[in-house]
């Protein structure tokens, strides 16, 4: 069982950057794809994107959706169980409920099914 935990949401402008930060529980975070996705208010939760790595390989690698490609960076800290998500150039389009998963398959894609563990979220709202 994992536990996740988000935090780093609030009010920014248009421009703006913002980290957000999911903590994890549990002993086995580095054997785990972390993905981050979001929902905006009356709207499907969208995938934002994932780390994840290949098998037995210490090389994880980033996959992001078109819509926040060069813009978002996710980032992970094996050692404090956390995988950051840095948002730069914010839109007001960016505005959602962020939350982090964790899945237990080794490429999962960008469906929420795809996903075992999830956080409460943290608000992220960019005003204009």
């Known amino acids: 069982q994992v536990q996740l935990v988000e935090s780093g949401g609030g009010l920014v402008q248009a421009g703006g950057s913002l980290r957000l930060s999911c903590a994890a529980s549990?002993?086995?975070?580095?054997?785990?794809?972390m993905g981050w996705f979001r929902q905006a208010a009356g709207k499907e939760r969208e995938f934002v994107g994932r780390?994840?790595?290949?098998?037995?390989?210490?090389?994880?690698?980033?996959y992001y959706a078109d819509s926040v490609k060069g813009r978002f960076t996710i980032s992970r800290d094996n050692a404090k169980n956390t995988v950051y998500l840095q948002m730069n150039s914010l839109k007001p389009e960016d505005t959602a409920v962020y939350y982090c998963?964790?899945?237990?398959?080794?490429?999962?894609?960008?469906?929420?099914?795809?996903?075992?563990?999830w956080g409460q979220g943290t608000q992220v709202t960019v005003s204009s």
């Open positions: 549990g002993r086995t975070f580095s054997t785990y794809a």
């Open positions: 998963a964790a899945s237990t398959r080794e490429l999962p894609g960008s469906g929420i099914y795809e996903y075992d563990y």
């Open positions: 780390s994840s790595r290949n098998g037995r390989s210490i090389t994880y690698y980033t």
